[in-house]
């Protein structure tokens, strides 16, 4: 779908960032994962290192998508959950508190790269719905 | 770490803008010419291959690699001093390339492509943070 500048300079932005911060995580796994909440690290079923550098891979692929143009609302779905998920086991603080604009900002280019016959489904679902009151007779 | 954080968001952007031109070539559709019109002109002149390859499938290697080289540098993987002489070497190639085609665009061509030189720019912007970050490093010995 075609797109107006303003998406393209948010897709862009976003796909730097998670770019960055991937590469910043493979750097330093343990540092990052000392941002996770101790209930959250306990129920985590492999190591905190290696659950660590699977999001950095993750991180890494999802801005690739969004860099490329490519499955964008994929990506940028992903990157919704994925910013969702911290945001609940980290908590807000000085550092996550940006990952609410971050997550406007995924959330922003999920709804904006939707392919047309998704969107239009989603529409169509709505105007489904029966109703609130019938018009009185007259 | 700035200077490779420059770079690395140089290269994204590189990438981001091939990826762009590669799409639209492969759609059989004109790309969107911010500024100017010559855009078309010059994508599809004579000289939009090197060695038979499309320029814009070269310039996103050249963008890939050179984001794989910063992030692999950051990170710590493998041979980091070798992985920043490949950077350096293909920066110059790059920076050699586009000051020709800025010139085949500015007197054969005779029009300029925005895209073109935004990607020249791009390259620019490379040399200048490897010439800074050079600087910035003999001041501190």
Same mark, same amino acid.
């Given at each position: 779908?075609?797109?107006d500048?303003?998406?393209h300079?948010?897709?862009v932005?976003?796909?730097?960032?998670f770019?960055w911060?991937? &590469?910043?995580?493979?750097r330093? *796994?343990?540092?990052?994962?000392?941002?996770l909440?101790?209930?959250?690290?306990d129920?985590? *079923? /492999?190591?905190?290192?290696?659950?660590m550098?699977?999001?950095?891979?993750?991180?890494?692929?999802?801005?690739?998508?969004?860099?490329?143009d490519?499955f964008?609302? /994929?990506?940028?779905?992903?990157?919704?959950?994925h910013?969702?998920?911290?945001?609940a086991?980290?908590?807000?603080?000085? &550092?996550?508190?940006?990952d609410?604009g971050?997550?406007?900002g995924?959330?922003?280019?999920?709804?904006?790269?939707? *392919?047309?016959?998704?969107?239009?489904?989603?529409?169509?679902?709505?105007?489904?719905?029966?109703?609130?009151?019938?018009?009185?007779?007259? | 770490?700035?200077?490779?954080?420059?770079?690395?968001?140089?290269?994204?952007?590189?990438? @981001?803008?091939? @990826?762009?031109?590669?799409?639209?070539?492969?759609?059989?559709e004109?790309?969107?010419?911010?500024?100017?019109g010559?855009?078309?002109?010059?994508?599809?002149?004579?000289?939009?291959?090197?060695?038979?390859?499309?320029?814009?499938?070269?310039?996103?290697?050249?963008?890939?690699s050179?984001?794989?080289?910063?992030?692999?540098?950051?990170?710590g993987?493998?041979?980091?001093?070798?992985?920043?002489?490949?950077?350096?070497?293909?920066?110059?190639?790059?920076?050699v390339?586009?000051?020709y085609?800025?010139?085949?665009?500015?007197?054969?061509?005779?029009?300029?492509?925005f895209?073109?030189?935004?990607?020249?720019?791009?390259? @620019?912007?490379?040399?200048?943070?490897?010439?800074?970050?050079?600087?910035?490093?003999?001041?501190?010995?």
């Open positions: 779908m075609k797109q500048a303003p998406y300079i948010l897709r932005g976003t796909a730097i960032t770019l911060i991937g &590469v910043l995580i493979l330093e *796994p343990e540092f990052w994962g000392g941002f909440s101790p209930w959250a690290a129920l985590l *079923p /492999v190591p905190l290192t290696q659950a550098l699977g999001t950095a891979v993750l991180d890494i692929v999802i801005g690739f998508l969004l860099l490329i490519v964008v609302w /994929v990506a940028a779905l992903l990157a919704s959950i910013l969702g998920i911290v945001l086991t980290t908590g807000i603080n000085a &550092v996550t508190v940006r609410i971050l997550l406007a995924t959330i922003a280019l999920f709804w904006g790269g939707l *392919p047309r016959d998704i969107r239009l489904r989603i529409k169509h679902w709505r105007h489904k719905q029966p109703p609130s009151a019938p018009p009185p007779a007259s | 770490m700035t200077a490779f954080a420059l770079l690395f968001t140089l290269s994204a952007i590189g990438i @981001a803008e091939t @990826a762009y031109l590669i799409r639209e070539r492969r759609a059989g004109q790309p969107v010419c911010p500024i100017g010559g855009c078309h002109e010059v994508l599809e002149s004579q000289y939009n291959r090197t060695f038979w390859i499309h320029n814009d499938i070269l310039g996103f290697l050249f963008y890939v050179m984001a794989m080289l910063t992030g692999l540098t950051v990170a993987i493998g041979p980091v001093f070798f992985w920043m002489v490949i950077a350096v070497a293909q920066v110059t190639g790059a920076f390339m586009s000051a085609f800025f010139f085949l665009q500015w007197r054969v061509i005779k029009a300029w492509c895209w073109c030189l935004m990607s020249a720019a791009t390259v @620019a912007g490379m040399v200048l943070v490897f010439a800074l970050d050079r600087l910035t490093s003999l001041q501190t010995l």
